[in-house]
């Protein structure tokens, strides 16, 4: 998990470098001529501002003290929660209901170990990701079960914020298999 965590960094740093050429250092300096260059252009995405950072972490802070509202504060009333495998829950108020049962009912306790969060604000989309600030999140959860049984996992989380700094959208990538065994 680690190589594959590091093999998307190393990915992303080198989607976002900028490789023009810097201008002929022995051009002749009686020539004018105008051309673009990168500094009147928008990057297509840049590293957000670090307040989504300490968002990130008051929320996970929240969940594992089950502060399940102070967890949701930031989160827009139309927001979408989805996981890899293609479930989702719509609306603030299900989002709430959905983690208050699971953290009260099924979650015993949880914790989260090893974060790093990365905010980009996406520019010019390059597939179909939306603009604006993106927080992209990876730590180790460890959650005890009202079963008695325990999991351990990285998970990867994105988050995307609307333009009051919402949160709109989230992407939980996990393996949920664990968590069902976990559950039982």
Do not use: C, E, Q
């Given at each position: 998990m680690k190589q594959l965590f590091l093999w998307g960094m190393t990915a992303m740093f080198l989607i976002s470098c900028n490789n023009e050429k810097p201008a002929a250092e022995n051009a002749d300096e009686s020539t004018t001529t105008t051309t673009t260059t990168n500094a009147?252009?928008?990057?297509a995405e840049i590293v957000a501002e670090s307040k989504y950072i300490d968002?990130?972490?008051n929320a996970i802070a929240a969940l594992s003290g089950g502060d399940i509202?102070?967890?949701?504060?930031?989160?827009?009333?139309?927001?979408?929660?989805?996981?890899n495998n293609g479930d989702s829950i719509v609306g603030k108020p299900a989002i709430t209901a959905y983690w208050k049962k699971r953290r009260t009912e099924v979650i015993d306790s949880i914790t989260f170990h090893?974060?790093?969060?990365?905010?980009v604000r996406v520019n010019q989309p390059q597939s179909i990701e939306a603009p604006g600030v993106w927080?992209?999140?990876?730590?180790?959860?460890?959650?005890k079960y009202k079963s008695g049984n325990s999991m351990s996992q990285w998970?990867?989380?994105?988050m995307h914020f609307d333009a009051n700094d919402k949160i709109d959208r989230v992407i939980m990538y996990l393996d949920r298999s664990v968590i069902r065994t976990a559950e039982k």
């Open positions: 009147t252009k928008m990057p968002m990130g972490k509202d102070g967890w949701m504060k930031d989160y827009a009333d139309n927001a979408v929660y989805a996981w090893d974060a790093i969060f990365l905010p927080l992209m999140s990876w730590y180790r959860v460890n959650a998970i990867h989380t994105d």
